[in-house]
């Protein structure tokens, strides 16, 4: 008896397969500058930013003195709204994974959680920087229209509040950003980001030991030179490095550590 085995075809070796390629940092960062926007909860938050920069430069138009009218008396008001509510898209950006449970096939597909979270840092940076820009458009517009409308509309403007207000804003949303590492809950870590540091303020101003260490840590004093048409300090500074060391540094370190050894359920 005689046996024949049929040819095959398309044999693959043992032990080939083609090299998947991770994805870039670049791709990642705007992956999560779209998934900012995708919920519901996220999508309006980004437009109502954006709504605030626009009402605030119009109740100017309207109610300001026609002297006030001008191209920085446009722009620095309507950042102050803004730096309110960019935490808040900080800590949605990073505890969305959690609270949508999605963490399982975000950290399946990019298994270093490590890169997920820079890149969900580096997307939330552009979009603070994206609403500085937002108010300067705003404010140009602003002053167009003051000075058709008999206002001041004049452009001096002293750039180094430019930088003054990205520094603002970066690192506002990176504050919130830090809690939602921190606690990894969307209404804990908001919570805690408006009321420590708001608790802190007041013990500051009501316990004369605590007066000292509140110039150094109280981020409404710290940051307040920021907004000054005066030139920022040595010691400005200085006050203001230390208090983002402890509302900012110090939590997004602790935050790292808890989710790259946090178990995904």
């Keep these: 008896m005689t046996t024949t085995t049929a040819p095959t075809t398309g044999t693959v070796a043992p032990g080939q397969h083609t090299p998947v390629r991770r994805p870039s940092l670049l791709r990642l960062s705007a992956v999560e500058v779209r998934k900012l926007v995708d919920t519901r909860a996220g999508r309006w938050l980004v437009i109502t930013i954006g709504l605030v920069t626009a009402v605030i430069v119009t109740l100017q138009l309207i109610y300001s003195k026609e002297a006030d009218q001008t191209f920085p008396n446009f722009f620095v008001p309507s950042l102050l709204p803004v ?131 509140s110039e150094w840590l109280d981020t409404s004093k710290t940051m307040e030179p920021l907004f000054s048409s005066d030139a920022v300090t040595g010691g400005q500074w200085g006050r203001l490095v230390v208090s983002l060391l402890f509302w900012m540094v110090l939590p997004l370190a602790a935050g790292l550590y808890r989710t790259l050894r946090r178990e995904v359920s």
């Design 83 to 213: 730096s309110v509510l960019l935490p808040v898209l900080g800590i949605l950006s990073i505890t969305s994974e959690w609270s949508q449970r999605t963490a399982l096939t975000t950290y399946a597909l990019v298994p270093r959680r490590e890169r997920v979270v820079v890149a969900k840092l580096i997307a939330v940076m552009l979009t603070a920087l994206a609403s500085v820009l937002a108010s300067l458009v705003f404010a140009a517009v602003g002053t167009l229209v003051a000075s058709a409308t008999g206002g001041a509309g004049t452009w001096q403007f002293d750039w180094s509040l430019l930088l003054n207000a990205a520094i603002l804003q970066v690192t506002g949303v990176l504050m919130g950003a830090a809690f939602g590492l921190l606690l990894l809950n969307p209404p804990l870590a908001i919570v805690g980001y408006l009321l420590l540091p708001t608790i802190w303020g007041v013990l500051g101003e009501m316990v004369r030991p605590l007066r000292g260490p």
